[in-house]
């Protein structure tokens, strides 16, 4: 009777040994997963203070990575999946920055020259300030920086595509709700890119390019806020005079643009309310 109760005692304790180790096992195994959680916001809270570090890194992986790719197409594929990601860090760089920027306008020393210490770091990085008005001020790759890139490995549309892009990004395009090219410059951008639809019928860009293209001809025929082509808030509504003399001017150089019938669209109605509407109507049927 003694030994079957020092058997019984042994198997409860040996069962109890078991559970305790087995709950020992489960528990690291929640420490670790726990432990590569706080790993992983270490390496957050790492990169976040090197985000112009990682965008130069993320920038030579790309470059050695567009030496083995296997055709033009798959080089075109990583500039797409390379300029999105590229737009979630530059935000993140901008809200690190953002008490720099803030103060980018401001005239008090130490942030003049913090602003030029972050123009500095930024230089070195191949980004630079972009100011887009009204006081606001972000961070953009150089003008050039993904047709240096991609030139020699993406397909003749991108190529050409990029090409366009970094010409247009060496100038502020508008701010403070005005345009700061000038309309004929605005009208040879639109020549360049129905050129380039016209040379590229298929090419993947056509959709966005369209939609900027159709953005610039709003902008050209009817012009900004800050930069109206007409006088339509006063009894008399007329086209100011420099805005004619540059519709006359690509009406006569560009007599097949199909932004020509737009042009004269917008001669005929620009005292209508709706002249949006009309020209947004005929800007559907390109």
Not at 1 to 25: E, G
Not at 113 to 133: N, T, W
Not at 224 to 241: L, V, W
Request: negative net charge; aromatic residues 12%.
């Amino acid at each position: 009777m003694k030994k079957f109760i020092i058997a019984i005692t042994s198997l409860i304790l040996l069962s109890s040994c078991k559970q305790t180790a087995n709950k020992s096992v489960s528990g690291k195994a929640e420490i670790k997963k726990d432990s590569f959680k706080v790993e992983d916001d270490a390496k957050t809270a790492q990169s976040d203070s090197n985000l112009l570090e990682q965008f130069s890194k993320n920038k030579n992986e790309v470059v050695l990575q567009l030496k083995s790719l296997p055709n033009r197409e798959a080089a075109n594929a990583l500039y797409e999946k390379y300029f999105e990601a590229n737009g979630t860090l530059l935000q993140e760089i901008a809200a690190k920055e953002s008490g720099v920027l803030d103060k980018f306008y401001n005239e008090d020393e130490a942030d003049k020259k913090a602003v030029k210490l972050l123009g500095e770091r930024l230089s070195k990085h191949e980004l630079e300030y972009s100011e887009i008005g009204e006081g606001y001020v972000e961070i953009d790759p150089l003008h050039d920086f993904y047709y240096k890139i991609f030139k020699d490995y993406v397909t003749n549309d991108y190529k050409d595509y990029l090409y366009l892009k970094s010409e247009e990004n060496k100038s502020l395009y508008s701010a403070d709700a005005g345009l700061v090219i000038s309309f004929k410059d605005l009208g040879d951008r639109i020549i360049s890119w129905e050129n380039f639809m016209v040379k590229y019928p298929n090419s993947k860009l056509i959709p966005s390019v369209k939609e900027q293209y159709k953005n610039y001809q709003m902008d050209y025929l009817v012009g900004q806020d800050n930069t109206p082509t007409a006088e339509r808030s006063s009894d008399e509504k007329y086209i100011y005079p420099e805005n004619i003399q540059e519709f006359n001017r690509f009406l006569k150089k560009y007599p097949k643009s199909p932004t020509v019938p737009l042009i004269n669209l917008f001669l005929e109605n620009f005292k209508s309310e709706t002249i949006f509407d009309i020209l947004s109507t005929e800007q559907s049927k390109l």
